[in-house]
């Protein structure tokens, strides 16, 4: 199924916005969102999400007879799937441009940086080779699924253990995992991929765009880099010509948030280490927090309101009432709201619901009758998905708006 | 900007909300419909160990041997003469591709529009590449469904005046199944707003023309700048559809009008909060029970 297209207005306000240097969620040009990484209990699997994208890769092994070109080197293969799972316009099986470039793009990442030691998986020259195939999963698409595929895929490589092999004179003894400890996979170096959007024929720049931002970008340069400042993969698509400075300057925004990520994998691969070598519990059940009624997980959003400090008991009150008590734990705490009525800033206004600050005043403007129609009312969409605050939509632009209620 | 904190056990529970009667027959996914092998299966069905199970959540309808399920929220299904409005998402040959919210593009053929230069004028070349001009990506359009193709895509036309290219206004989406078949769908309403409920769940509210006579069929907007009041009334308007729709009501022109009544002593933006949605609904519940007892 097609997806909705953007409207004239909502694409105009996000051209609109990015000019005046700001994004939709807040954060700066060149930030990227949350990342997480998380690890399967079988090795190879890795889970990353990257803000509301989510990509599982697997890594897998098995032997077979090396490439006739290259009788000493094992065999890499790499699979991007979409699948209507991460966003409905994907088809399920046949697979789309878009899938195809992906693909292409992180076989170039991996192979062509040469970050696997090919020769290594090489049992018998010319006869037998390991034949390593990762399989890439896109569980959710929003915005930038290149980026957190070539995470996960290097993060499953790092964490995948293949069966030892022990060579005999003629005899080759493949151990199973009972037998002998697996083996790590020789990395050599880590090559991540950075996208990076560009708008306004190459004026404004951001790294990481989110779902919206990717559909109004008018072009795309994706740069894969390893923290040692080897350039491994350059790409650039979309109707836009660039400077020599700026394509200098992404490739050096890159380096930076390469080492961060880079620190960031080896910090959950050892985490995991850790955790298998003491026996605790590890996995995909650590993304789960059990004192929770929901799985939901939300970022703190930081939003500036112009009162007090909140009190302590508000934020407590929140959290506990995220978890969903009954009604009796409800009394305790209005008390407390209702007993600290100068430290806390809360209006109460009804049962259950109280506002903080004032909204502001209404910036429609009252159009004299003979102006044009190009005079643009500020639309400032908060997007706050906490599920006890409501934002109230202030002002409204003069042609069209669109809501999608599901 | 203010800031609304709301316990989650201070929501209106589910039960709160719903006062109709239960139909009775409401399906869910698997759940088995008859265990009898006589009947046909119709869509939403499936035949599973000589039972029909249900594929989709609604209502379960029979028509002599033909058991069907009409699934509560669907994409758009068109039929023959249902208004809709759609957005130009592509220029084809001699054709414009349209979105609808259902599951394939509609499709707008240019030999289906009003051109300038009469009726009946026969499509060059010229008119081909004039397309852009006329229709170009991203306009929204309100048309009536001409014609539904075997693969279940909807041809369009936009042959009558009132058709056309929509200028100012506010679209507001909601489930196509709560606009229900009528015999108008452009209303004006006393308020100084119109709004044509597309049966695709799309309900265009914009200002109202005041010169009748210069209906050009949607070839020209206007782009006048529309008056502060003009405009909240529409916000009011768009406001009052969300809380309706939030509230599964079936829209159509009275219980819109209702609903602008009850919402007068609140202000605009304050319909936004559940609350007081709630609250204006249950007002327009009433009032209509009451009208149709």
Request: with cysteine.
């Given at each position: 199924?097609?997806e909705?297209p953007?409207?004239n207005?909502?694409?105009?306000f ?6 005046q240097q700001?994004?939709?969620d ?8 949350d990342?997480?990484?998380?690890f ?6 890795c ?22 070109t ?6 890499l ?13 994907f ?9 195809i470039e992906?693909s ?16 290594s998986l ?8 390991w034949h ?9 698409h929003?915005g930038n699924?290149l ?6 895929a ?10 030892d092999?022990?060579v005999?004179g ?7 995992l009972?037998?002998?400890?697996p083996v ?10 950075v996208?990076?959007?560009f708008?306004s024929q190459g ?11 990717e ?10 880099m390893n ?11 979309g109707q836009?010509?660039?400077l ?8 050096s925004?890159?380096l ?17 280490k ?14 789960v927090?059990?004192?929770?009624v ?5 970022p703190?959003?930081?939003v500036?309101v112009?009162t ?5 008991e ?9 978890d969903?008590?009954?009604q ?14 100068k ?9 259950g619901?109280?506002v ?6 209404s910036t429609?403007l009252?159009?004299?009758?003979a102006?044009?129609?190009q005079?643009?009312a500020k639309?400032?969409?908060?997007k706050?998905?906490?599920?006890e ?18 | 900007?203010?800031?609304?904190i ?11 909300l719903?006062?109709?009667e ?9 759940d ?9 299966r119709?869509h939403g ?5 000589e039972c029909?199970?249900a594929?989709?959540a609604g ?5 002599n041997?033909l ?8 994409r758009?299904?068109?039929?023959i ?10 220029l ?5 591709k ?6 394939m593009?509609?499709v ?18 010229e ?6 001009h ?13 014609n ?12 009558s005046?009132?058709y056309?290219?929509?200028g ?27 709004i ?10 914009s200002?109202?023309?005041?010169d ?8 020209e ?7 502060k009041?003009?405009?909240e009334?529409?916000?009011r308007?768009?406001?009052?559809v969300l809380?309706?729709?939030e ?40 009032r209509?029970?009451?009208e149709g007892?």
């Amino acid at each position: 199924m097609r997806e909705t297209p953007l409207s004239n207005c909502e694409r105009e306000f996000i051209l609109n916005f990015i000019a005046q240097q700001k994004r939709l969620d807040g954060r700066n040009a060149y930030d990227y969102r949350d990342l997480r990484i998380a690890f399967g209990v079988s090795l190879g699997c890795c889970h990353v999400e990257l803000g509301k994208t989510r990509v599982l890769a697997q890594v897998s092994c098995e032997v077979g007879e090396p490439k006739q070109t290259r009788p000493h080197d094992g065999v890499l293969y790499v699979n991007v799937e979409l699948s209507p799972m991460a966003c409905p316009s994907f088809e399920q099986g046949r697979q789309s441009e878009e899938g195809i470039e992906l693909s292409r793009l992180m076989e170039r990442c991996l192979k062509e940086s040469r970050c696997l030691d090919m020769e290594s998986l090489c049992i018998v020259s010319g006869e037998k080779a390991w034949h390593v195939r990762v399989d890439i999963h896109v569980l959710n698409h929003e915005g930038n699924i290149l980026d957190c595929a070539s995470i996960a895929a290097i993060s499953a490589l790092a964490h995948f253990r293949r069966p030892d092999v022990s060579v005999h004179g003629e005899e080759i003894t493949i151990h199973t995992l009972e037998d002998r400890n697996p083996v790590p996979l020789s990395l050599h170096h880590m090559p991540l991929l950075v996208s990076f959007a560009f708008f306004s024929q190459g004026k404004f720049m951001l790294v990481d765009p989110s779902s919206k931002e990717e559909k109004v970008m008018e072009g795309k340069m994706v740069v894969g880099m390893n923290k040692h400042r080897e350039l491994c993969t350059l790409q650039v698509t979309g109707q836009m010509l660039l400077l020599k400075e700026q394509v200098l300057r992404c490739s050096s925004i890159a380096l930076t948030k390469v080492t961060k990520i880079t620190e960031l994998i080896h910090e959950a691969l050892d985490k995991d280490k850790q955790a298998r070598l003491k026996g605790e519990k590890h996995g995909f059940a650590m993304l789960v927090s059990g004192d929770r009624v929901t799985a939901n997980r939300l970022p703190t959003t930081e939003v500036k309101v112009d009162t007090l400090e909140i009190s302590d008991e508000m934020e407590r009150s929140q959290s506990s009432s995220e978890d969903g008590e009954s009604q009796s734990g409800n009394e305790p705490m209005e008390e407390q709201i209702v007993a600290t009525p100068k430290e806390s800033a809360v209006e109460i206004l009804t049962k259950g619901v109280g506002v903080i600050g004032e909204g502001g005043t209404s910036t429609w403007l009252d159009i004299p009758q003979a102006d044009s129609k190009q005079t643009a009312a500020k639309k400032r969409k908060h997007k706050l998905e906490k599920m006890e605050e409501g934002i109230d939509d202030e002002g409204s632009s003069e042609e069209e708006e669109k809501v999608i209620l599901k | 900007m203010s800031v609304d904190i709301r316990l989650a056990s201070s929501r209106p529970a589910g039960t709160d909300l719903y006062h109709g009667e239960n139909p009775g027959n409401i399906v869910t996914p698997g759940d088995v419909i008859t265990a009898d092998s006589g009947f046909m299966r119709g869509h939403g069905t499936y035949m599973e160990d000589e039972c029909l199970h249900a594929s989709v959540a609604g209502t379960v309808e029979r028509v002599n041997k033909l058991i069907s399920v009409r699934p509560l929220k669907t994409r758009y299904n068109g039929e023959i003469g249902d208004v809709v409005i759609g957005r130009i998402r592509e220029l084809a040959q001699k054709r414009w591709k349209v979105e609808t919210h259902s599951r394939m593009d509609s499709v707008l053929m240019l030999s289906s529009v009003n051109l300038p230069g009469g009726e009946l004028r026969r499509r060059s070349e010229e008119d081909e590449k004039m397309m852009r001009h006329y229709l170009k990506e991203g306009d929204l359009i309100s048309a009536e469904v001409q014609n539904v193709m075997s693969d279940g895509c909807l041809s369009l036309h936009t042959r009558s005046l009132k058709y056309g290219k929509l200028g100012q206004g506010c679209l507001v989406c909601i489930s196509p199944s709560l606009v229900l078949r009528r015999k108008t769908h452009f209303h004006n309403l006393p308020i100084g707003a119109s709004i044509i409920l597309g049966n695709n769940g799309f309900i265009w509210i914009s200002p109202t023309v005041q010169d009748k006579s210069e209906e050009s069929g949607g070839y020209e907007t206007n782009l006048q700048p529309i008056p502060k009041l003009d405009r909240e009334v529409i916000a009011r308007l768009r406001n009052c559809v969300l809380a309706l729709a939030e509230c599964k009501m079936l829209l159509f022109d009275t219980c819109i009008l209702y609903a602008y009544e009850a919402s007068l002593k609140y202000a605009v933006k304050d319909l936004l909060k559940p609350e007081v949605a709630v609250e204006v609904v249950d007002l327009v519940r009433q009032r209509l029970e009451l009208e149709g007892s």
